[in-house]
């Protein structure tokens, strides 16, 4: 697992492989990209539940109900990016529906961003982490939009 924090982003790379791991519905005030790896999952979406694929992403709107629900006891990998929406209204300010699910092919630069963030090393510092982030968050969202 590997998390990163800053005031307005939150970065997470997590594998799962415990069947108990529970995912309760929950709702963000920011914004939330959702990068799916493996797994077996059906993600719930407002009402609507998807049956994810690998490498599909998830664009979510701030105060929109979702939530992952493991099938089988396969590992489940993600990516998952909480930003500000002072950040997403440069990109989506008419972006009107809760959500959007995107396919994301492995030789894309959207897969190459999220294993670049997730192979940093530690010793980067916090100032230049916090940029590398919102530089690379910001090209995932104009490659999006």
């Known amino acids: 697992m590997k998390r ?3 005031p307005d982003i939150y970065f997470e790379y997590k594998t799962e492989v415990s069947p108990s791991d529970q995912h309760f519905k929950h709702m963000h005030n920011e914004w939330e990209l959702y990068y799916f790896l493996s797994g077996d999952i059906d993600y719930i979406l407002d009402r609507s539940s998807y049956h994810l694929k690998k490498h599909d992403l998830l664009l979510i709107r701030p105060n929109v109900y ?3 629900i493991r099938n089988t006891q396969e590992p489940y990998k993600r ?3 909480n930003f500000s929406p002072k950040i997403a209204e440069k990109y989506f300010a008419d972006h009107d529906s809760p959500f959007s699910i995107f396919s994301v092919d492995e030789t894309e630069h ?3 961003i999220f294993n670049f963030l997730r192979d940093l090393p530690s010793n980067v ?3 230049d982490l916090h940029q590398l982030l919102s530089h690379s968050l910001e090209t ?3 490659l999006l939009n």
């Open 4 to 6: 990163l924090f800053f």
């Open 66 to 68: 979702h939530y992952a």
């Open 79 to 81: 990516f998952v990016v």
């Open 110 to 112: 959207i897969h190459g």
């Open 125 to 127: 510092e916090m100032d």
């Open 140 to 142: 995932v969202l104009l």
